[in-house]
């Protein structure tokens, strides 16, 4: 009999799928586990974060998924912890994120719902529909191979999280390291799979013959980085890439062949098309389903959809041909049968008029943001001042209602993997702490955070963990003092003068709940006080808050908000 606990198995099971990061707020239940973390994390190279909400840690490990496409570890006691948790995984579902949670039970012989025993849950029951995958370990051997299921599980096809849990007891247990099934995977485990070759040849048949032949890109090219493949298959085209909210940056604005989501000219260019190619995508609600009037009516274009997952292909339209593997590997083959096909071709003549649709569309929406010392600002010339601030390839975390809206049609997305945003669950209170996450993998890259008012509230507390980890992440506050999103739709249901029932906060001055914390704070008026704030702010080296007051009025109203209102109708 061996001296090796479950804690300390759990924790070498973690360092063989290569983990560096466990997110847990301390807890008697998994005690064992710290104990051999610490002890072992040293000479490990990992490394225990602490939260101070578990769902704040869960979207911090989300992000850290997006930043290094690897999964990221959670942990959180059982019952409340665990409870707590659960937002931040289903959030980690909707948007394909391989989040692994941990959570520990009560002792076995205790652990029963109706017994009376203290943070006792069905947490099986609990978590099934919020992951992929979920399994208890009632065996001291059987952690590393628990783990290494849920390693799998969540990277295979479309990734996103799972849940394995351990009863307090199982990780007392102790054993001999050598009776444990433990051993790193094998190189290429996991390897993204490709499409099958002879409907690669089709699909750049077809696309070769096209006359307009848009790429659509969904997230499922940011998850499997298919940022080079994708930019160059569109260079070789000369063909308009359209993107989604989750796919922003994978061909980076900017450049000469890619438009805007939910734009007119994203849409000239999806609704003329004669054969599209759709790419690591749904085509779920903000891509309009596919289907008219921003998309052509299947029967007038051809869609050649590939994604991951089969189950994701033809779900809301018919598709002609379908390209079933992983995005990256999939635009590599398309543009190596295309390159058999055709010598590269000059950039595609209709650019000319969607590029004339989108000046005239950009020139409105410039005007409302053009005066930089109006007080208070408009939300729009927060994203024209960190566009130039920032380096491309600095990641932002966005966050809020309206404010989001603002940042998807000025914030510039120059890089892959650097706009984080919960495009699909739409979920508030995820920009802090997917800064934090972001800063935590990437430390090299600036990561900054824009965030409507309200949303900072949900998870404001997690200052506190950014100031301890000492993490110079700078969150811009926009500061309406109000639900501004729902002030949106009140105007629109209500039919009759709306009052904001409901929506609007009584005064806080964020900057100042900052400093208190331990933060930077700075207090921005106007548009064109935001950079010295900003140097400022990096300055100081660091968390920084910057409390930007805009407009309530202006607010309410940003702009595509009847685009963004129809892509919600339908199905
Ligand atoms: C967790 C969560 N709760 C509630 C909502 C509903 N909701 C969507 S937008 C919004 C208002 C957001 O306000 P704020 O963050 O201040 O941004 P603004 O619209 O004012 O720019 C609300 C309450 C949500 N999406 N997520
Ligand atoms: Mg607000």
């Known amino acids: 009999m061996g001296d090796v606990t479950g804690g300390e198995l759990l924790v070498r099971s973690l360092h063989a799928e290569g983990v560096r990061h466990v997110w847990a707020i301390p807890d008697g239940t998994y005690m064992v586990f710290l104990e051999a973390l610490e002890r072992l994390g040293p000479e490990l190279g990992m490394e225990l974060l602490v939260p101070d909400h578990e769902a704040a840690a869960a979207h911090a490990a989300d992000a850290m998924t997006r930043v290094t496409g690897k999964p990221a570890v959670v942990m959180a006691c059982a019952g409340p912890g665990a409870a707590n948790l659960i937002s931040g995984v289903l959030c980690a579902q909707d948007e394909g994120s391989p989040v692994i949670a941990i959570t520990t039970t009560r002792r076995s012989d205790i652990a029963y719902p109706y017994l009376g025993g203290m943070q006792v849950l069905d947490q099986q029951a609990y978590f099934k529909p919020a992951v992929k995958w979920n399994t208890q370990i009632n065996h001291w051997k059987r952690i590393p191979d628990g783990v290494r299921q849920a390693f799998r599980a969540a990277m295979m096809g479309r990734p996103g999280p799972v849940h394995i849990e351990f009863p307090e007891d199982i990780l007392a247990q102790k054993g001999d390291l050598d009776d444990a099934a433990l051993w790193a995977q094998a190189e290429g485990s996991v390897a993204p799979t490709p499409a099958d070759p002879d409907l690669v040849r089709r699909a750049a048949e077809t696309r070769v013959d096209a006359r307009q032949p848009p790429i659509h890109c969904g997230g499922g090219t940011q998850r499997s980085g298919a940022g080079a493949e994708l930019l160059a298959l569109a260079e070789y085209l000369g063909c308009p890439v359209t993107v989604g909210a989750g796919s922003r940056g994978i061909v980076p604005d900017g450049h000469e062949l890619v438009l805007q989501p939910v734009s007119p000219a994203a849409a000239v260019a999806k609704n003329m098309a004669d054969v599209v190619l759709a790419i690591g995508t749904r085509l779920g609600e903000l891509d309009f389903w596919g289907k008219p009037p921003v998309w052509a009516a299947s029967g007038q274009q051809k869609l050649i959809q590939s994604d991951i997952d089969p189950r994701n292909v033809g779900l809301s339209r018919p598709v002609d041909l379908a390209l079933v593997g992983d995005a990256r590997a999939v635009a590599g083959q398309l543009l190596g049968a295309v390159r058999e096909l055709t010598p ?20 409105q929406m410039d005007a409302r943001i053009t005066d930089l010392d109006r007080k208070p600002m ?38 892959p993997r650097s706009m984080l945003w919960t495009s699909n669950a739409g979920h508030l209170g995820t920009g802090l702490p997917f800064a934090i996450g972001a800063k935590i993998a990437a430390p090299e890259r600036t990561v900054f955070c824009v965030t409507g008012d309200s949303a900072f509230r949900f998870n404001m507390q997690e200052l506190e963990t950014a100031v301890r980890y000492k993490l110079p992440i700078i969150v811009i506050v926009a500061v309406d003092g109000a639900y501004g999103m729902e002030k949106s739709a009140q105007r629109r249901v209500f039919g009759r003068e709306a009052d904001w029932y409901g929506s609007l906060h009584s005064p806080v001055r964020y900057d100042k709940v900052a400093e208190a914390m331990g933060c930077y704070g700075e207090f921005v008026e106007s548009a064109s006080e935001l950079s010295a704030a900003l140097e400022r702010a990096t300055a100081s080296g660091q968390t920084a808050v910057i409390h930007a007051a805009v407009d309530p009025v202006e607010n309410i109203d940003p702009p595509g908000l009847a685009l963004w209102a129809a892509a919600r109708s339908g199905a």
């Open 344 to 363: 590269k071709r000059e950039t595609h003549e209709q650019m000319a008029s969607i590029r004339a649709a989108e000046a005239s569309w950009r020139e």
């Open 378 to 415: 408009v939300s729009g010339q927060i994203f024209a001042v960190t566009n130039e601030y920032f380096a491309d390839d600095a990641i932002a975390a966005l966050d809020g209602g309206n404010t989001c809206v603002w940042a998807a049609h000025y914030l510039m997305a120059r890089a």
